[in-house]
């Protein structure tokens, strides 16, 4: 089955829904390096969002002209995203992750066959809410159910602190010490067995 972004929420999500699906595809494909050819789109597609916006106001209080107007505006969405979704389409190269980033839904995912799981992309590390404590995250692999996370010091990896498992993309190392240089990688698990470590990422915490 070709892998491709679906766009049935054009039509069936409220005025409402729709705005926040279309700020979600915005979010995940402003400065996303995987579609360099969207960018014109992209500003746009902000442009016809932010109209629709406004009439969505303007039509709070049911005048016959303003509902008019926002069903207007609406539709001229419809085409942009559908434009959007066909680069999406093309610049994706049949990669199911890398379409995930775009933050569009995909056609009917049960149909995938999900062969051995791709070796994660270098989580990215960030600093907690509490000192000692460091977050992780990591882009999602399609036909994963478990991330195996693994903590040590930069300067000697070899010897592993601390493990976790998340079903989530996302998880946190804490008790950790301020000043030291921790490295994290990551390994995703499914039906199709256990993927390869990931790069390490690196990131002193505070």
């Not at 992780?136 to 300067?155: D, E, F, K």
Request: a positive charge; one cysteine or more.
């Amino acid at each position: 089955m070709i892998v491709k972004p679906s766009i049935r929420f054009l039509t069936r999500r409220t005025d409402t829904d729709l705005v926040l699906d279309i700020k979600k595809i915005l979010a995940g494909m402003t400065g996303n390096a995987a579609y360099p050819k969207a960018v014109a789109l992209l500003l746009l597609i902000k442009a016809a969002l932010a109209e629709f916006e406004r009439a969505l106001v303007e039509a709070s209080d049911f005048a016959r002209g303003a509902i008019s107007l926002k069903v207007q505006k609406r539709r001229a969405l419809y085409p942009l995203v559908r434009s959007l979704a066909l680069d999406v389409t093309e610049e994706c190269h049949g990669n199911l992750t890398v379409l995930l980033t775009s933050n569009f839904p995909i056609q009917k995912p049960l149909r995938f066959r999900i062969g051995d799981l791709p070796k994660p992309t270098m989580p990215e590390l960030s600093r907690g809410t509490y000192s000692g404590d460091l977050d992780a995250s990591v882009a999602p692999v399609y036909g994963t159910l478990i991330h195996n996370w693994r903590l040590a010091l930069a300067a000697n990896p070899d010897v592993i602190l601390q493990t976790k498992q998340s079903t989530a993309t996302y998880t946190t190392f804490s008790g950790l010490i301020p000043g030291q240089i921790y490295c994290v990688q990551v390994s995703v698990a499914g039906t199709a067995g256990t993927s390869d470590w990931s790069a390490w990422a690196i990131l002193m915490v505070v």
